[in-house]
């Protein structure tokens, strides 16, 4: 029988995004960051004249922020240690929203962390994603973990057998997310990975149902 396996999104799941991109255009855009709700599109205003930034602008932004800023980022508090855990009892990789030309750069990020895992990228929904990486390694049981509700709905659409966790592990962020175990999508919401770890574990021993 092949092993478990955990398949686990990046940012704000093992490392910090908002909070490190909210220090960078402060710094080199002259842009305030605030989460009030969970438009993201409406968090950034320019310092100078409370203008709120375009769209465009926004996504140019993060564009920069992952081709040369990614070494600020720093890890989840016990997201390094979990995962370390975790790839003792199964397989883990990570499925993470960018381009396929960041893959290199984020496997070696994750690396320079302690995390050595395969890396899929995507665009989009990652249910299609997941899928394909179940029919490589047909695993005997898996977890999904990721912190947008989106793509927990988009999973349990496209493989409700995945076992799928709301974890977000970013302050910042966490209270203006909406809950997809509220929704139904997920099993479970925990957003710190000292408790999430009992709950992952268990389920790839099979030892829960919910």
Same mark, same amino acid.
């Given at each position: 029988?092949?092993?478990?396996?955990? *398949?686990?999104?990046?940012?704000?799941?093992?490392?910090?995004?908002?909070?490190?991109?909210?220090?960078?255009?402060?710094?080199?855009?002259?842009?305030?960051?605030?989460?009030?709700?969970?438009?993201?599109?409406?968090?950034?205003?320019?310092?100078?004249?409370?203008?709120?930034?375009?769209?465009?602008e926004i996504w140019r932004l993060?564009?920069?922020?992952?081709?040369?800023?990614?070494?600020?980022?720093?890890?989840?508090?016990?997201?390094?240690?979990?995962?370390?855990?975790?790839?003792?009892?199964?397989?883990?990789?990570?499925?993470?929203?960018?381009?396929?030309?960041?893959?290199?750069?984020?496997?070696?990020?994750?690396?320079?962390?302690?995390?050595?895992?395969?890396?899929?990228?995507?665009?989009?929904?990652?249910?299609?994603?997941?899928?394909?990486?179940?029919?490589?390694?047909?695993?005997?049981?898996? *977890?999904?973990?990721?912190?947008?509700?989106?793509? %927990?709905a988009s999973v349990s659409e496209?493989?409700?057998?995945? &076992? &799928?966790?709301?974890?977000?592990?970013?302050?910042?962020?966490?209270?203006?997310?909406?809950?997809?175990?509220?929704?139904?999508?997920? %099993?479970?919401? *925990?957003?710190?990975?000292?408790?999430?770890?009992?709950? *992952?574990?268990? %389920?790839?021993h099979g030892d829960k149902n919910?």
């Amino acid at each position: 029988m092949n092993r478990p396996l955990v *398949i686990s999104d990046c940012d704000e799941v093992l490392l910090h995004m908002v909070a490190p991109f909210k220090a960078y255009v402060a710094e080199c855009h002259g842009i305030d960051f605030a989460m009030k709700d969970n438009d993201f599109g409406k968090a950034m205003r320019y310092a100078a004249d409370g203008r709120q930034v375009e769209p465009a602008e926004i996504w140019r932004l993060l564009n920069l922020f992952f081709d040369t800023e990614m070494y600020r980022q720093v890890p989840i508090l016990g997201a390094v240690e979990g995962i370390k855990a975790l790839s003792d009892h199964a397989d883990v990789v990570i499925l993470t929203n960018l381009g396929d030309a960041r893959r290199e750069a984020r496997t070696r990020q994750l690396a320079d962390h302690g995390i050595n895992a395969r890396v899929f990228t995507n665009e989009g929904p990652k249910g299609p994603a997941l899928r394909a990486i179940l029919d490589e390694y047909r695993p005997s049981r898996a *977890i999904f973990i990721d912190d947008l509700p989106q793509h %927990h709905a988009s999973v349990s659409e496209i493989a409700p057998d995945v &076992r &799928r966790l709301h974890l977000c592990g970013e302050p910042l962020l966490a209270p203006h997310i909406s809950c997809a175990h509220e929704a139904g999508h997920a %099993h479970a919401r *925990i957003d710190a990975w000292p408790d999430a770890l009992p709950w *992952i574990m268990a %389920h790839v021993h099979g030892d829960k149902n919910d």
